[in-house]
């Protein structure tokens, strides 16, 4: 598709218009701005706070600095893991993710991704470009109606064409961004072929921003039979079927995948794992309000190993393999090498290094972090 302009540029100006239209909200009609639903497919995280990961890609995303694939080569060599984690799967492909998958109908969904080919656990499914971008979280309606209306009238028709949901007195692009947004660090953005995924409360896809390169990238997470369907999730998984139903709302329809019916044995025992697995994520919350910021004690560090070891088997149990299983592997392995239990530590880190690169790819600026981090322990 032929864009008037790069995405880059397009939020150049956006910027320059967020900062024309703040310096005229004091005057303007529209002076309240609207904060993306947080049930948005964009704004879909582990629920951890993740600021200093964004702060450290939108960095890296405004200096422009390429990905360095032989350098990642040559460390991973160096802690002996290039064998364990670069298998051709791991490692993204430049161009052609968009031969894995087509656009077709889904039955009772309209349009959905499916499957050209047998496409394993790890691999890059697509590489997305932005088609326009805003400024923030939040944004104007005016701001989001500009930067639509800057696109070329094929952009704009391919735009127009996404899902849009009933919502009374918005206007159709405004209901179609709501609908369709993804977050890219610090700036929310549409991209047309990650917008045709479906939603699944049991995905085989993860999508994820990559600032590396400047792109919207989905990956399988399970291995993917040629003809399935690729379905990521609009909001935490790790959430019982109320909640995540009122997480849909949103988005005009309701979920009728596998753990969301209530009546099969199947969706009975997905209901009572993920309602331990909220449980858990409470102890774990009251925990962390009761303990010293500085450092945890012994006995209440072995309690949140054990809460997070069952949260790690639960998730697993219910092959819920997204971001929220590589924050609690990388949590435990924090706890057990703050107590000196380095080789242990060691072992939940490669887990969890292991995860996100299937999640995210190996040139994400999460899978650097992680291998940062998986180097201090192997050199301690």
Same mark, same amino acid.
Request: hydrophobic residues 35%.
């Given at each position: ?8 540029? @397009? ?37 951890? $706070? ?80 932005? @088609? ?12 989001? $109606? ?101 997480? @849909? ?33 409470? $102890? ?28 790690? =088997?639960?998730? $697993?149990?219910? =092959? ?26 060691? =072992? ?19 899978? =650097? ?12």
């Amino acid at each position: 598709m032929g864009k008037s302009k790069s995405a880059a540029a @397009l939020r150049q100006q956006q910027r320059a218009r967020a900062r024309e239209a703040k310096n005229q909200s004091n005057t303007a009609s529209e002076t309240s701005s609207i904060e993306i639903p947080s049930s948005s497919p964009k704004s879909v995280s582990s629920g951890h $706070e993740e600021s200093d990961l964004a702060e450290a890609a939108h960095a890296r995303q405004n200096a422009q600095e390429p990905f360095d694939m032989s350098a990642m080569r040559s460390l991973l060599t160096e802690l002996n893991l290039e064998s364990e984690f670069l298998s051709d799967a791991n490692v993204p492909s430049p161009s052609g993710c968009e031969r894995l998958c087509e656009i077709r109908p889904s039955d009772g969904k309209g349009l959905g991704v499916f499957a050209l080919v047998d496409i394993p656990k790890g691999t890059r499914i697509m590489a997305d470009q932005c @088609l326009f971008s805003v400024l923030g979280p939040k944004a104007l309606y005016s701001e989001i $109606e500009a930067a639509f209306d800057a696109l070329s009238p094929e952009d704009k028709r391919s735009y127009m064409q996404l899902r849009c949901p009933d919502h009374p007195g918005r206007s159709p692009v405004i209901r179609i961004w709501d609908a369709n947004c993804f977050a890219m660090g610090h700036d929310t953005g549409i991209f047309l072929l990650a917008s045709r995924i479906n939603h699944s409360c049991t995905p085989n896809a993860h999508f994820a921003w990559n600032a590396n390169i400047d792109r919207e990238t989905v990956h399988a997470i399970i291995d993917i039979s040629a003809g399935q369907e690729i379905e990521t999730s609009y909001c935490p998984t790790h959430k019982d079927a109320y909640s995540r139903r009122r997480r @849909l709302e949103a988005y005009g329809f309701d979920c009728s995948c596998d753990a969301c019916q209530q009546v099969t044995h199947t969706g009975r025992v997905s209901e009572e794992r993920r309602r331990q697995l909220m449980e858990l994520d409470h $102890e774990i919350s009251d925990s962390a309000s009761r303990l010293s910021p500085r450092k945890t004690s012994r006995p209440a560090a072995t309690s949140l190993l054990k809460i997070r070891l069952e949260i790690i =088997q639960l998730l $697993e149990e219910e =092959q819920l393999r997204q971001r929220e299983l590589g924050v609690q592997l990388k949590e435990a392995a924090m706890l057990l090498e703050e107590y000196g239990e380095r080789e242990a530590a060691k =072992q939940y880190a490669k887990r969890a290094l292991r995860n996100n690169i299937r999640c995210f790819g190996i040139d994400s600026p999460i899978v =650097q972090e992680d291998i940062a981090s998986l180097t201090m322990l192997q050199k301690t």
